[in-house]
């Protein structure tokens, strides 16, 4: 019984253009108590396949992320499904504002120690005694609360290209750095101040959430469904759009645009811009803010060096990378030292102060 994918990103693009089918991209998560992720891992991935899922999920014994794409013609037969799950029956879907069939090329159904890594370890702490969920109108309403403190739960490299009017915006690299780092900074506020926090489908902030109210602060809420639930609302109901820049999202878009204003710049010239790219070396593979202009010059490489390299007969690029592994700069995600603009920009940071209030 085949329980994984066996075929390579190429022909499951080419499947998905031949099969010229619809599809939603969709994500979701919940969590609940998983006595046994492989099992149901398992069950998951044969299930889903049957029904032409592609996408990335983690299961864990605290629940399960799932971010995934599905033919519009088996959108009901998938929910059906997940019905048919205890904890999963009526889970908040978040559906995609912008589409793309191949937002997703395989299935992969992996069974991790969290659906978030958080770096945490603590028996006492309890993820299911999450904060106060508020939808758009009372997000709005919360937001312009002079005794509210809005927090962006995301990573700098998502918060750069969008964000929430007045929100902090941590410069951190992982999920796990902003909940140390939000605390200390917010200590002497845990009882006079509403902490709300957002993210883009609402699953960080479920965590931070019961993690702040077990290390003591007294009013605690969430944007239900993130960024992307935040979006439809305001949409269907008429509500002002409080969010400025782009939706970071972890596929092939990349980015969902909420609203028109461009609040980023290109990496190498500083030009307006707000478009990711991964470096064209693969030896490198960056992932970078690069406008038209720079991408059309430096032939989507982050630097004159990945340029040589790309030009180099493939096999060459092939003995460069032997035994080398990935670059730690593609977890910098725009802070290489070699992106000039960057470099200006860090100088000009470190020379300030970082204390959110």
Same mark, same amino acid.
């Given at each position: 019984?085949?329980?994984? &994918?066996n075929?390579?990103?190429?022909?499951?693009?080419?499947?998905?253009?031949?099969?010229?089918?619809?599809?939603?991209?969709?994500?979701?998560?919940?969590?609940?108590?998983?006595?046994?992720p492989?099992?149901?891992?398992?069950?998951?991935?044969?299930?889903?396949?049957?029904? *032409?899922?592609l996408?990335?999920?983690?299961?864990?014994?605290?629940?399960?992320?799932?971010? %995934?794409?599905?033919?519009?013609?088996?959108?009901?037969?998938?929910?059906?499904?997940?019905?048919?799950?205890?904890?999963?029956? &009526?889970? @908040?879907?978040?559906?995609?504002?912008? =589409?793309?069939?191949? /937002?997703?090329?395989?299935?992969?159904?992996?069974?991790? =120690?969290?659906?978030?890594? !958080?770096?945490?370890?603590?028996?006492?702490?309890?993820?299911?005694?999450? #904060?106060?969920?508020?939808?758009?109108?009372?997000?709005?309403?919360?937001?312009?609360?002079?005794?509210?403190?809005?927090?962006d739960? @995301?990573?700098?490299?998502?918060?750069?290209?969008? =964000?929430?009017?007045?929100?902090?915006?941590? *410069?951190?690299?992982?999920?796990?750095?902003?909940?140390?780092?939000?605390?200390?900074?917010?200590?002497?506020?845990?009882? !006079?101040k509403?902490?709300?926090?957002? +993210?883009?489908?609402?699953? @960080?902030?479920?965590?931070?959430?019961?993690?702040?109210k077990?290390?003591?602060?007294?009013?605690?809420?969430?944007?239900?469904?993130?960024?992307?639930?935040?979006?439809?609302?305001?949409?269907?109901?008429?509500?002002?759009?409080?969010?400025?820049?782009?939706?970071?999202?972890?596929?092939?878009?990349?980015?969902?645009?909420?609203?028109?204003?461009?609040i /980023?710049?290109?990496?190498?010239?500083?030009?307006?811009?707000?478009?990711?790219?991964?470096?064209?070396?693969?030896?490198?593979?960056?992932?970078?803010?690069?406008?038209?202009? +720079?991408?059309?010059?430096?032939?989507?490489?982050?630097?004159? =060096? +990945?340029?040589?390299?790309?030009?180099?007969?493939?096999?060459?690029?092939?003995?460069?990378?032997? #035994?080398?592994?990935?670059?730690? !700069?593609?977890?910098?995600?725009?802070?290489?030292?070699? %992106?000039?603009?960057?470099?200006?920009l860090?100088?000009?940071?470190?020379?300030?102060?970082?204390?959110? %209030?």
């Open positions: 019984m085949q329980l994984y &994918n075929l390579s990103a190429k022909e499951r693009a080419e499947l998905i253009e031949k099969a010229g089918k619809e599809r939603l991209t969709i994500s979701f998560y919940k969590y609940a108590k998983i006595g046994n492989q099992i149901f891992r398992n069950h998951m991935f044969l299930a889903w396949d049957e029904l *032409d899922v996408g990335r999920i983690y299961v864990a014994h605290e629940g399960i992320n799932a971010q %995934l794409s599905v033919p519009a013609e088996n959108f009901e037969a998938f929910k059906n499904h997940l019905d048919t799950i205890t904890f999963l029956e &009526n889970v @908040r879907l978040n559906i995609a504002i912008e =589409h793309d069939n191949f /937002a997703f090329l395989k299935l992969k159904v992996k069974v991790r =120690h969290k659906i978030v890594a !958080d770096g945490l370890n603590d028996d006492t702490f309890d993820v299911t005694n999450k #904060g106060i969920h508020v939808d758009a109108q009372q997000f709005n309403a919360l937001i312009e609360d002079p005794d509210t403190v809005l927090v739960m @995301r990573n700098h490299y998502e918060s750069e290209i969008g =964000h929430f009017k007045n929100a902090i915006t941590p *410069d951190v690299d992982t999920f796990r750095e902003s909940l140390d780092l939000i605390e200390e900074d917010l200590k002497a506020h845990k009882e !006079d509403k902490l709300v926090m957002y +993210c883009t489908g609402g699953i @960080r902030c479920e965590k931070a959430s019961a993690y702040y077990h290390k003591g602060f007294k009013n605690v809420f969430q944007l239900e469904g993130g960024i992307i639930n935040y979006t439809r609302q305001v949409e269907a109901e008429g509500l002002e759009n409080k969010f400025i820049g782009k939706n970071f999202v972890f596929d092939q878009r990349r980015s969902e645009r909420i609203s028109n204003d461009v /980023a710049n290109c990496h190498q010239c500083g030009k307006p811009a707000d478009t990711h790219t991964n470096c064209a070396n693969e030896a490198c593979h960056l992932l970078f803010i690069q406008c038209d202009e +720079c991408k059309e010059k430096m032939e989507n490489c982050c630097s004159s =060096h +990945c340029q040589e390299i790309i030009k180099l007969p493939y096999e060459e690029q092939k003995a460069l990378r032997k #035994g080398q592994g990935n670059s730690n !700069d593609i977890f910098k995600k725009g802070r290489a030292d070699h %992106l000039p603009y960057k470099k200006d860090r100088n000009i940071f470190e020379n300030q102060s970082n204390t959110i %209030l």
